[in-house]
């Protein structure tokens, strides 16, 4: 069983930066797609950044240039890195990991998840 806990999350002003931290612990951290995804109040939870086992990365059209995701394998951690933060950002953020070798935009193909933390962009 895959644990998956977020950190970095908190309330930031417009223009902001803001680094998410995901540890991934019990499986294989190297060979999991790690995704980020965000769930804003009366949404659906939607894909932000995925990262590949080989590092390949992709991103929503909505935070494209803005976030980057990155992960380090010897400290079984992904990272999203969130400048020029914007209002329509705040939202709950969720790491998730997925034991398939592709990245995903679906929240449902990914397999554990974490219990979130709050990013909030106050203008």
């Known amino acids: 069983q895959v644990q998956v806990v977020e950190s970095g999350g908190g309330l930031v002003q417009v223009g902001d930066s803001l680094r998410l931290s995901c540890t991934a612990s019990?499986?294989?951290?190297?060979?999991?797609?790690m995704g980020w995804f965000r769930q804003a109040p009366g949404k659906e939870r939607e894909f932000v950044a995925g990262?590949?086992?080989?590092?390949?990365?992709f991103y929503a059209n909505s935070v494209k240039g803005r976030f980057t995701i990155s992960r380090d394998n010897a400290k079984n951690t992904v990272y999203l890195q969130m400048n020029s933060l914007k209002p329509e950002d705040t939202a709950v953020y969720y790491c998730?990991?997925?034991?398939?070798?592709?990245?995903?935009?679906?929240?449902?193909?990914?397999?554990?998840w974490g219990q979130g933390t709050q990013v909030t962009v106050s203008s």
């Open positions: 019990g499986g294989t951290f190297s060979s999991n797609v």
């Open positions: 990262i590949s086992k080989i590092f390949s990365t």
């Open positions: 998730a990991a997925r034991r398939a070798p592709l990245v995903r935009l679906e929240y449902a193909e990914y397999d554990y």
